[in-house]
């Protein structure tokens, strides 16, 4: 028998009595290397030192321990802390089939990651999990988009005046929408309110999980839940440590479900192919991107054509590019071509009325560092993957932005094909991903 106790208060399991070998085989199985990065020994999140480990990761220690012959008894001495809320659900936003089902689990298990596709409804479902069990909620996010996003939401939905943490700003509420960075910054020991629920909106950020750690695991709430468009497949440190915090995932839709379904567009895929003049030279990584991607004329030149093209079909465009520099360069060529096309970034001052003139048309073509995760904006129905790069996760969060309902139209992503062997692979990667995750809607032959 092993004896798992989850004390009040704590978002840590300890492990109180075992055999002497159970400790060590326990430590190995939450142990990692990271295999790339400035990380050079094996951590693990099994403390020797206070015989725990993080709560998220208890059903997959149970299983393993099961599975090795060993009954596992769990003491879990947690309360629910929190006030009642007095949330009115807005009628107008009906659940749908999936949605009612990842409602339904996540109250049941308490805690986990609900994988929804962007555009599937993910804040919806998050406020409805809120609504159901009726106390106190402390969202998380991770831009000032995504806290007046859900906080408006919040309000629109529910009928609460939310509390905001985040951008200069500290005001509790019954529900509160705070940036991870200002609780880093000030310390969730600041929170003078208790809350039932701890939600992670975009919990699948492997590049901030040592972030996402130090918060989630200093929050105690029994209550604990990720919403993610694009879960991870791979259990390297990041997503043992994201696990850690929320659990592991326990309801997932595919995107391709949802586009049988009709609730959201059906994506046609297109290639760019250009021919450049010269072969890169550079040695590193940094100059190769801006020799071969960002100052390389013919691509910028064929982006802009595709561009033109697809603005000219009647599509709001959004072009896609990782620097700053290079989002400017398109935006000039746009211009000079007699495009009305804006760059958007997180350094953008006027970035609100860029947006709004996109949304209502006035800006056709809208070229932007800024829109992967969590903004919506459903005029979207174009995109162009400009900014190369092998990031799944990046990928399928940007052209997520493109995907939803249109009336009799289709959601065109466009991806650009690089000849350089490196940047080549990169395509490869980002289309291997696109393949994944849209099954039989991905219409390229390779």
Known sequence: MVVFRIPRGSAKVKVERADPKVYFQIYNLLSFRKDFGRWDKAESLYDPYTNTFPVGLLPRVKKFLNSKGY????????VIDGVKINSTWNENYKLRK???KAVKLAIKEKMGVLALPVGSGKTVVGLRIIHEIGRSALIIVHTKELLYQ??????EILGIEPGIIGDNKWSEGDITVA?????????TDKLQNKYAIVMFDECHRTSAAEKFYEVGISLPQVYRFGLSATPWRRLRGEEMKIEGVVGP???EV???DLINEGFLAKPKFEVIEYNSKMPALADKYKELYEEAIMENEERNKAIVEKAIELANQGHRVLIDVKRIDHGEILVKMLKERGVNAEFLSSQSPNRWEILEKFKNGEIPVLVSTLLKEGVDIPEISAIILAGGGKSDVMTIQTIGRALRPKAGGEAVIVDVKDS???????????QKALKQY?????NLRL
């Open 254 to 256: 595919k995107a391709e």
């Open 420 to 430: 350089d062997p490196l940047l080549f692979t990169h395509f490869i990667e980002r």
């Open 249 to 251: 995932i326990i309801y």
């Open 150 to 155: 859900w906080a408006d939401k919040v309000k």
């Open 438 to 442: 849209y099954g039989k809607y991905y």
């Open 71 to 78: 009954r596992v008894k769990v003491k879990d001495e947690r």
């Open 179 to 187: 940036m991870i960075q200002t609780l880093l910054s000030r310390g």
């Open 98 to 100: 999936y949605q009612k």
